[in-house]
């Protein structure tokens, strides 16, 4: 087994409020059903599209993520699976795919010192 | 709303549930002082106890164990908010109510203590009013309320009453709880009609819960359900308006409760399929051959009979030969019946019962030997439990002496 962090990019804010609630429930009923399966390593959390940016030795401070919000990353999530064909597998079934976002499936990557 | 906080927070975080509830009660008391109260309070109250805790399970994430089957979905924001939504849903509550039912009837509990805890949790009376229905100290109440609570924390998961193996391996404990919940209301010693009322009342409301869900409605459920509607249909003529108990026969048969009778028996109907008979399947149908006579002499002592020869042969017991006898009592005469409680073997068991005197010295008095009757009555005085069966019992000793003097 091995693990793999699902990087969901592009996330659903437009819509009526029903259809939002629509969108959470296939969200949880997909975590239901990897969380049977032993999937998650951990469930991670979504993450808010503001906040700071620290960059380069002077550490510069800069509002937001800055990026189009097809690449906005909207939360991630550590996944357990045989290999990346696999783990490619699982991402299908997440719900953000139906509201035009994208999972960006990648191995954790272990260190050799 | 403790059975949905408690299915977050886990069995073992039940003091945390209860605190959640009392502190929503709490923050109502203050701001409806100076707002009002609300359109619909007790949404306010759901939405108050859920906001609280989605505030406790963000602040406590990685410090405590919450219930260990939604703990993935707690653990994360994806899924948080929408399972404390999908929790308090009114279709959820039913089926936490459910779970907690069951996890209440814990098998290392003793019947007693289940009963307790279903009141104190399900029905949320108060340990004064356990202990004023069950006759008991409050501090004893208390007592066996805290130590059945360690039992249950000891399971951290609740009972997953929605897993079909499980649930029909506890129904029959949670069938009994109910069946002694209404009992103790329907024959329970307290004093307070009020509270009385109120156990039968809180057991059918249980019961129907079970029945409407698909895996608690099986015929055992149903005979249940009609057992407690065929008995309570006769609760209005139980009492007469000085709140005096007042015997089957004397009952005012017009008082009794139509609508429930009917529902009585077809649920009774609907207990009637496989192949387990039980005893509230007997004891329903005793209640609808009472239920199905207009007067006193219409019911078919015969059929009575019978259905108690057939509970002696399920459940044999004191109590239950004692009924049998009186019906025999009314069906061939009151020596026949006196016969028959002769020969009860166990009736030292009945001593306490004041009703086993007072079924003596029934029979006495109507065979007419009023001074027999009267001791027999005189002893059940002795014994009555409240002031109720004490002015009953009063009266009938009146009705010797005036049978004496003839």
């Known amino acids: ?113 | 709303m403790v059975a949905a906080l408690t299915r977050v927070f886990g069995v073992h975080n039940l003091a945390l549930a209860e605190d959640v509830v009392q502190d929503a009660f709490c923050r109502a008391v203050e701001v409806w002082k100076f707002r009002g109260v609300p359109e619909n309070p007790s949404a306010w109250l759901m939405a108050t106890a859920k906001h609280r805790a989605l505030d406790i399970l963000r602040r406590q994430r990685t410090a405590r164990i919450f219930a260990p089957e939604l703990e993935r979905l707690l653990e994360s924001e994806w899924t948080l908010a929408p399972v404390i939504e999908e929790v308090f849903a009114p279709g959820a509550i039913k089926d936490n109510l459910l779970r907690m039912m069951f996890s209440c009837c814990h098998p290392r509990l003793p019947e007693a203590a289940q009963v307790a805890l279903v009141l104190h949790i399900l029905c949320g009376v108060s340990v004064s009013e356990i202990a004023s229905a069950f006759v008991s100290a409050h501090a004893a109440i208390e007592k066996r309320i805290t130590r059945a609570k360690k039992v249950l924390a000891t399971s951290k998961s609740l009972f997953d009453a929605l897993d079909p193996a499980q649930f029909s391996a506890r129904l029959p404990a949670v069938h009994r709880a109910l069946y002694l919940l209404f009992n103790e209301g329907y024959h329970g010693a307290s004093a307070e009609t009020v509270v009385r009322m109120e156990l039968c009342r809180e057991a059918m409301r249980l019961t129907a819960v079970l029945l409407d869900h698909p895996i608690g409605t099986t015929p055992v459920t149903y005979a249940l359900a009609a057992l407690m509607s065929l008995h309570a249909a006769r609760l209005p003529a139980r009492v007469d308006a000085a709140g005096n108990l007042v015997a089957l026969c004397d009952q005012d048969r017009s008082r009794w409760d139509q609508e429930l009778a009917v529902e009585g028996m077809k649920l009774l109907e609907l207990s009637a399929t496989g192949s387990e008979l039980t005893e509230y399947h007997i004891e329903a149908a005793i209640a609808s051959v009472h239920a199905r006579a207009p007067r006193m002499d219409d019911t078919d002592w015969e059929k009575v009979v019978s259905l108690y020869d057939t509970l002696m042969t399920i459940r044999p017991s004191p109590i239950v030969a004692l009924n049998r006898a009186i019906a025999i009592a009314q069906n061939k005469g009151p020596e026949r019946g006196l016969e028959e409680i002769g020969s009860i073997t166990d009736a030292d068991r009945l001593a306490k019962y004041p009703f086993y005197s007072a079924a003596l010295g029934e029979l006495e008095l109507r065979r007419g030997s009023h001074e027999t009757a009267r001791e027999h009555f005189g002893a059940a005085l002795a014994l009555a439990r409240n002031p109720m069966e004490r002015r009953f019992f009063d009266q009938r000793i009146g009705a010797c002496e005036r049978g004496g003097a003839q």
């Open chain 1, 1 to 113: 087994m091995s693990e793999f962090t699902f990087l969901f990019r592009g996330r659903a804010t437009s819509g009526s409020p029903e259809e939002m609630q629509k969108h959470m429930e296939k969200w949880v009923a997909w975590f239901k059903e990897i969380s049977a399966k032993g999937q998650i390593k951990d469930p991670g959390h979504p993450l808010a599209p503001t906040g700071q940016t620290v960059t380069g030795k002077q550490k510069i401070i800069t509002d937001g993520p800055y990026v189009e919000a097809k690449d906005l990353v909207g939360g991630y999530m550590l996944v357990e699976a045989k290999d990346l064909a696999h783990a490619v597998e699982i991402s299908k079934g997440c719900p953000i795919l139906e509201a035009g976002g994208a999972v960006e499936v990648r191995p954790i990557e272990q260190l050799t010192l």
